[in-house]
């Protein structure tokens, strides 16, 4: 059985940690790899092109996901026929873990913003050399009166997070999030309010994956809103580059 690179990889990046090399933070090979996500942490965690961001993003989720679900994760999965995310998920369920690979994931890309235990400790790293690490968000700005509109098209590889804020406006807000229909998307969206709290909630996407929300005076009782979309379509064979594919949103104000 050979193994995906990305997931081997991630074992043997690991393998510092396991050995007390990464206790010291400072100068460590995980000090470096949180350098390194910082850089570029949308890069994707599953495509393997062997540069510094590919090994930074499967050392920084490996860290995640055995901080919440053990080290055995990674060393029953080694054990099986099955490889990459199959195999995780196969585990996890003997586990009798409450959630699977995607979903693991999906908090991975809210919890690499907030880092912040206090609303679900799911969205944090257990780990006191990771209680500080936190990625910036793509800014985006709405004009703070009247009615206003933005559209926004990028293109994402499969499970790759994308973290986009916006800000300004001063009334009603309708945001819409659509993509190809056969592409099966992740959307979690966190809401801050203007004391600084926020929730997180999640758009429910249709066949067509298509999606909207409200939020009502956006501007005045909310400041900012931060979407998170990652793909996660495609779940094997993982051996090169891996393919491109667009979504859009669109955020409309009706001013006040």
């Known amino acids: 059985v050979e193994e995906e690179v990305w997931l081997n990889e991630a074992r043997a990046d690991y393998s510092s940690t396991i050995l007390g090399?990464?206790?010291?933070?400072?100068?460590?090979?995980?000090?470096?790899?949180?350098?390194?996500?910082?850089?570029n942490p949308s890069d994707s965690l599953t495509e393997w092109q062997n540069t510094k961001h590919d090994y930074a993003a499967v050392s920084l989720f490996v860290h995640?996901?055995?901080?919440?679900?053990?080290?055995?994760?990674?060393?029953?999965?080694?054990?099986?026929?099955s490889v990459g995310i199959e195999s995780i998920?196969?585990?996890?369920?003997?586990?009798?873990?409450?959630?699977?690979?995607?979903?693991?994931?999906?908090?991975?890309?809210?919890?690499?913003?907030?880092n912040d235990c206090s609303l679900n400790r799911l969205y944090c790293y257990l780990s006191e050399n990771l209680a500080g690490l936190r990625i910036n968000p793509t800014i985006?700005?709405?004009?703070?009166?009247?009615n206003s509109s933005l559209?926004?098209?990028?293109?994402?590889?499969?499970?790759?997070?994308?973290?986009?804020?916006?800000?300004?406006?001063n009334g009603n807000l309708n945001l819409q999030f659509t993509?190809?229909?056969?592409?099966?998307?992740?959307?979690?969206y966190i809401i801050f309010d203007k004391n600084g709290n926020y929730s997180v909630s999640f758009f429910?996407?249709?066949?067509?994956?298509?999606?909207?929300?409200?939020?009502?005076?956006?501007?005045?009782?909310?400041s900012s809103?931060?979407?998170?979309?990652?793909?996660?379509?495609?779940?094997?064979?993982?051996?090169?580059?891996e393919l491109t594919y667009p979504y859009t949103f669109a955020a409309t104000i009706t001013g006040n």
């Open 64 to 81: 995640y996901m055995v901080d919440h679900y053990g080290i055995s994760v990674l060393s029953d999965s080694l054990k099986l026929k």
């Open 204 to 222: 429910k996407l249709d066949i067509n994956e298509k999606g909207e929300i409200n939020v009502k005076d956006f501007g005045g009782e909310y």
């Open 179 to 188: 993509s190809l229909k056969s592409l099966d998307f992740k959307v979690p």
């Open 21 to 39: 090399y990464d206790s010291k933070y400072s100068g460590s090979n995980l000090s470096q790899r949180v350098r390194d996500f910082l850089q």
């Open 140 to 146: 985006n700005f709405l004009p703070v009166s009247g």
């Open 151 to 169: 559209s926004v098209t990028n293109t994402t590889k499969n499970w790759s997070p994308n973290w986009q804020k916006i800000i300004g406006g």
């Open 225 to 241: 809103i931060i979407i998170i979309p990652s793909l996660q379509t495609k779940t094997k064979g993982f051996n090169g580059a």
């Open 89 to 114: 998920n196969e585990v996890l369920s003997k586990m009798g873990a409450l959630k699977n690979f995607s979903q693991i994931f999906t908090d991975f890309t809210i919890a690499v913003f907030l």
